[in-house]
């Protein structure tokens, strides 16, 4: 059963905390992604390894599995657009739908291990590049197609509160 598609612009994090899961963007860089990201891949290994880790905890609400999926495929996506940032000037970033994305990819269905090992391999690849941008290019800009505007340091804090809320979402 498809879920609700979630529409909210959810860059006002970068402006506050975030009260679902108490992330507060102030406390990160691009240079702090990677060892952030260290802290929690095991925890996204840990919760797949989870008995339940395919079922939905309601009709509305995606499964362990499926919000790994999703973290999988941002860490992938990030990273693209990451290279975009430091490649080129002005970049641009097309629309990505999320939902699409998850039936396409039937993430409900996936292989929780299969899963968990593209992950952390997708992860310490984000990881990696976001620890290879020297300070002085924290500037670069990148625009999403909805116009939401980013530098290299807002675009590291948006990505790292997807990973923590989603976290939080499977209370890992």
Known sequence: MPIIADNKDWTWV?????????F?????????VPGQLA???????????????????????WSVLEYACHVRDVFSLFDYRLDLMVSGEDARFADWDQDLTAVEK??????????????????????????RVPE????????????SEFTVLTFSQYFLHDVIHHLHDVDA
Do not use: H
């Open 106 to 131: 039937d993430y409900a269905n996936a292989d929780p291990a299969k899963v968990s090992a593209e992950l952390t391999a997708e992860g310490e690849q984000i990881a990696a590049s976001f620890g």
């Open 24 to 32: 507060d963007v102030t406390a990160s860089t691009p240079a702090t």
């Open 136 to 147: 002085d290019q924290w500037d670069r800009k990148g625009t999403r197609s909805n116009g």
């Open 39 to 61: 802290s929690m891949l095991p925890r996204w290994r840990a919760a797949l390894r989870r008995p339940e880790a395919a079922e939905r905890p309601d009709v509305n609400t």
């Open 14 to 22: 970068l402006s506050q905390p975030c009260p679902e899961c108490g």
